[in-house]
């Protein structure tokens, strides 16, 4: 298990974090596997305490009246997602139908990022670029040091952010750009 860095005295993220507000003092309990990250804290408004485990490509957020509370509700749903035969649908339980490729469990209402295809519209990109796209173009192309910190923060999204920035070149060369935000 890894702790997120604002929890972790000395990082400039817990820095910050202290600046915002005190950091609610806590180890976590349960048997995080490895490869999991985990933070908590007490929500804004309402202050429902919470606790929030991200492993690769799921994440799981557990509410109580104590953080500890919400770590083994946290910890419970994990467990549960081990061992359910899961019966994935793009349909979030009680909620909406997402068509990004996200996944829910129908059974044990586990969560997946990339369960399927991304259900596309066509011709969706056949428009001039927006106001923030192209800004967003001119960012990826040319501000070389903001592309170095992104991939050595987020090596797993590169590979994402080079095709997006394919894709927008494409369409300024293709369609041009308008003045709309
Ligand atoms: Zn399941």
New binding site residues.
């Given amino acids: 298990m890894r702790i997120a860095p604002h929890h972790v005295p000395g990082t400039a993220e817990h820095r910050l974090s202290e600046m915002l507000r005190p950091d609610p003092t806590y180890k976590p309990h349960r048997p995080w596997p490895a490869e999991c990250t985990v933070q908590w804290g007490h929500g804004i408004a309402p202050a429902t305490p919470f606790f929030e485990a991200f492993l690769p490509g799921t994440f799981i957020r557990g509410e109580g009246r104590t953080i500890a509370e919400a770590e083994d509700r946290a910890f419970d749903q994990y467990a549960?997602?081990q061992t359910?035969?899961?019966?994935?649908g793009r349909q979030r339980p009680g909620r909406d139908l997402y068509l990004n490729g996200a996944g829910w469990?129908?059974?044990?209402?586990?969560f997946r990022s990339e369960m399927f295809r991304p259900v596309v519209t066509l011709g969706a990109h056949r428009r001039p670029l927006r106001r923030m796209e192209v800004y967003h173009l001119d960012s990826m192309e040319n501000d070389h040091e903001m592309n170095e910190r992104m991939n050595a923060r987020y090596p797993e999204r590169r590979k994402d952010r080079e095709r997006l920035a394919k894709l927008l070149r494409i369409r300024m060369n293709l369609y041009g750009s308008t003045d709309e935000d």
Avoid at 105 to 110: K, L, P, T, V
């Fill in positions: 549960g997602e359910c035969r899961h019966l994935w469990c129908r059974r044990c209402s586990a």
